[in-house]
């Protein structure tokens, strides 16, 4: 069974990560994604908590105390 793709269709990339804020995914990984191995995008998948962190981490400071 294929691999169920993250998108929410809210498409917004950081300029810092190059990470989609809703799907983290890159641009690459998104338009690549119907290609993919099933192996690939559970690996992309895998990564999302550590891709959150780095926007989260690199936000600005002001950002995240609203």
Known sequence: MAVKSP???LCAFDGK???CTACLRTRE???GWRKMTDHRRHQILNERSRRQAK???DAP???RED
Request: glycine residues 6%; proline residues 0%; charged residues 40%.
């Open 7 to 9: 998108c929410v269709e």
């Open 17 to 19: 990560t190059g990470f």
């Open 29 to 31: 990984e998104a338009r």
């Open 55 to 57: 926007l989260e981490r």
């Open 61 to 63: 400071r002001a950002a």
